[in-house]
């Protein structure tokens, strides 16, 4: 059965801190992605990366960063937390494959910023 | 106009209804087509996927594409309270990014 999971489901953090949200997976998937869902903003890319040591930008990577220094573990970091980055953090993976790329989802991590 | 649109809703229907989802994309070049449910406060799961023109049955739901007018809709039949979610449409376009883009959701109500 495939499986991504996260490190935490919930997290409160204060504004200033550094934080890491780290996801694993167990397919042997090259890609691996960061999304945040917001009320009403639907899901937005932060960043993915589609090998280990590549990352690239989604559509909204300002105030985030990400490492990937093993094929199953992707990390986001939040350099500095701020009050706007509270929000529903959501780690997928995808194969290569052409017509077999659906992404899996973890369980998403509750992240609030004080 | 956004990539891949989708009514939220919330769309109500009757338990035993047909429930009609549907998703329009702006990408002519889009390849591949997803819907996931994801219940209140959990993570996206993956029900279907389609990539030709047509139907594509799987039990109770069907996916339908039609890409000469860039729609994709998803059909439950005999729809159930359990159903109750919101579903996303996302699509792979192929444009040089490998990550899906999602639209935002519709939100489904099931009333028993």
């Known amino acids: 059965d495939v499986k991504v999971t996260q490190s935490s489901r919930y997290l409160v953090k204060r504004t200033g801190e550094k934080v890491f949200l780290e996801c694993v997976q167990d397919?042997?998937?090259?890609?691996m992605f960061w999304y945040r869902q917001d009320p009403g903003l639907g899901l937005r890319l932060i960043y993915f990366?589609?090998?280990?040591?590549?990352?690239e930008k989604g559509d909204i990577p300002e105030g985030y960063s990400v490492s990937r220094e093993k094929k199953e573990r992707f990390s986001l970091i939040l350099e500095s937390a701020s009050t706007n980055q509270t929000s529903m953090y959501l780690c997928?993976?995808?194969?290569?494959?052409?017509?077999?790329?659906?992404?899996?989802f973890g369980p998403g991590t509750r992240l609030t910023v004080l | 106009q956004k990539e891949v649109e989708q009514n939220s809703g919330p769309l109500s229907v009757p338990e035993g209804a047909i429930a009609s989802l549907n998703c329009t994309y702006s990408d002519r070049g889009s390849q591949s087509f997803f819907w996931y449910r994801q219940y209140s406060g959990k993570s996206p799961e993956l029900i279907m996927f389609?990539?030709?023109?047509g139907d594509k049955e799987d039990g109770r739901f069907t996916a339908q594409l039609n890409k000469a007018s860039q729609y994709v809709s998803l059909l439950i039949r005999d729809s159930q309270p359990s159903d109750s979610a919101t579903y996303l449409c996302?699509?792979?376009?192929?444009?040089?990014?490998?990550?899906?883009?999602f639209g935002s959701g519709t939100r489904l109500q099931v009333q028993p």
């Open positions: 389609i990539y030709s023109n």
């Open positions: 397919m042997d998937h090259e890609n």
């Open positions: 996302a699509v792979n376009s192929y444009t040089g990014r490998r990550a899906l883009t």
């Open positions: 997928a993976s995808s194969t290569h494959v052409v017509n077999y790329n659906e992404q899996f």
């Open positions: 990366s589609y090998d280990v040591k590549m990352k």
